[in-house]
């Protein structure tokens, strides 16, 4: 993959894409208030002289003219001073910002937008480190409000459409980084199924047809859940392309298909309906168990998840030890919650020698992970730390969101006494991740462990309302008039 490169910022540059910030030859400069931000960030975006009067009438609405006049010549006194008189042109009434003087970010990457080179849209991209003002907001103020959602939304819409340029650019000379862009197209805009269906070709084009299904997945799970309707005919049609080359999918394939799709929305009578009609119609037995097996687990019944494990390690012939090491690794996380840790610790032991040998990274994302997990339990927080650092940036090289979210939670669960913000930070990016993957059962969970976390912190009013969340979403988990309490049980995976 091409390297992209970083625009240089001259001395003085305002960088309003992410959290906003002032940069002097790299370093911080402090901004007397919050209203110099909101000012600065729409002298920059407006390109144009503004009057006094649009901006009292902006920044300070709940004032009257005298009082928002005088706020206004405080707060452009204020950003001067932290601009050391640079950049603000005044000439009576009307305020501009002299972008010949300041550098920022948003406007050198509507520039860059403007043209069709590659490398141009490579830098205008990564500018783009996050909404415009990410985390900032005016307490007094619905129409700068309102301003920042409507000017955040264009920015989005033109950073988008700069990755389809990238990826149709790419897509016949470096199918990595056009992955890479078509991934983060995706991440911008979740429900853009143009994003979905690119990144399904270009994992089709590069022979992997497992990620070309989870894409298809992940798409099938968001618009059901977000927007209640099925995928268009297009995207399907380019997954059932991204299968051509080996094989259409068939009965077999498609009823586990479905019973994928209903694990994730927590439908687990009708998903364990489906394997059942797979396995009829001749869908591999080792598979399909597997799967069953992780939904027992789910629903709590972990004596019958190692029966079906047992069964799906029968049906591998000996040579698979890919999928070997990823069964003992599942083996071992269940053996852990049936409290049989002597058990767990042998079976995790195999997993990693199984998957060594396979030199699988798939698999050893996962067997990090479980071992993680059980180094957390005998206190063993380095070995922890270090085994799910791994599975992570396995799991993230891999673009495998469900390993990337197990991986998360599970480092956030590790950290909670020692380093409560940073867990915070990666249950987060977890929780955030899960619910663009559509896994209902694993985003409650999320929901409760965040909590959890907040408590710690302190911030008892932002947990209890990720407990209601979560609460709201486990009753939508399994059959509907049955209760399986067994379901609340979920804590890590």
């Given amino acids: 993959m091409a390297r992209r490169r970083t625009p240089v910022s001259p001395d003085l540059a305002v960088r309003l894409l992410g959290p906003p910030r002032i940069e002097r030859d790299g370093r911080l400069v402090a901004v007397d208030t919050r209203k110099a931000i909101a000012l600065l960030a729409y002298l920059a975006l407006a390109g144009r002289s503004v009057g006094r009067e649009e901006l009292a009438a902006l920044l300070w609405p709940e004032s009257d003219h005298a009082k928002a006049r005088a706020a206004l010549r405080r707060t452009l006194s204020s950003l001067s001073g932290a601009l050391e008189g640079r950049g603000l042109v005044v000439e009576g009434d009307a305020i501009t910002l002299d972008l010949g003087s300041v550098w920022v970010d948003v406007v050198h990457m509507r520039h860059l937008l403007a043209g069709d080179e590659i490398d141009s849209l490579r830098s205008a991209v990564e500018l783009h480190r996050g909404n415009l003002l990410a985390g900032f907001a005016l307490r007094d103020s619905v129409e700068f409000d309102e301003w920042q959602l409507a000017a955040t939304d264009r920015i989005r819409r033109d950073v988008t459409s700069a990755l389809a340029r990238l990826v149709d650019a790419l897509e016949g000379t470096d199918v990595d980084e056009a992955i890479a862009h078509a991934r983060r197209w995706v991440e911008l805009d979740p429900l853009d199924e143009a994003a979905h269906r690119s990144l399904i070709r270009l994992h089709a084009r590069k022979g992997d047809r497992a990620a070309a299904a989870r894409q298809y997945r992940e798409c099938v799970a968001l618009l059901e859940r977000e927007l209640g309707v099925e995928p268009g005919a297009e995207t399907t049609q380019a997954y059932e392309a991204s299968t051509a080359q080996s ?85 071992s996380l269940n053996a852990h919650r049936r409290g049989r840790t002597v058990d767990a610790e042998d079976l995790a032991a195999q997993a990693l020698a199984a998957a060594q040998g396979a030199g699988d990274d798939r698999a050893l994302a996962q067997v990090h992970n479980i071992a993680g997990i059980l180094a957390t339990h005998r206190g063993d927080l380095g070995a922890a730390r270090s085994h799910l650092e791994a599975s992570l940036a396995l799991s993230e090289k891999l673009a495998d969101p469900a390993a990337t979210v197990a991986a998360l939670n599970n480092l956030a669960l590790a950290l909670k006494g020692t380093e409560i913000e940073g867990a915070l930070r990666h249950a987060q990016r977890a929780l955030d991740l899960c619910a663009r993957v559509g896994d209902r059962h694993r985003e409650a969970a999320m929901h409760s462990n965040l909590a959890d976390l907040l408590r710690i912190a302190g911030r008892d009013e932002e947990a209890r309302a990720h407990l209601r969340t979560s609460a709201s979403i486990f009753a939508e988990v399994g059959e509907p008039d049955e209760l399986r309490p067994e379901i609340w049980k979920l804590v890590e995976w």
């Fill in 247 to 331: 094989e259409r999918p068939n009965a077999p394939n498609l009823h586990e298909l479905v019973g994928d799709l209903l694990t994730l929305q927590g439908r687990y009578g009708e998903a364990g309906r489906s394997y059942e009609t797979a396995l009829t119609l001749g869908a591999p037995l080792g598979s399909v168990r597997r799967k069953q097996a992780d939904l027992q687990q789910r629903l709590g019944d972990y004596d019958r998840a190692d029966v079906l494990y047992a069964e799906a390690l029968d049906a591998l012939a000996t040579g698979e030890r890919a999928e070997r090491a990823r069964l003992f690794a599942d083996r």
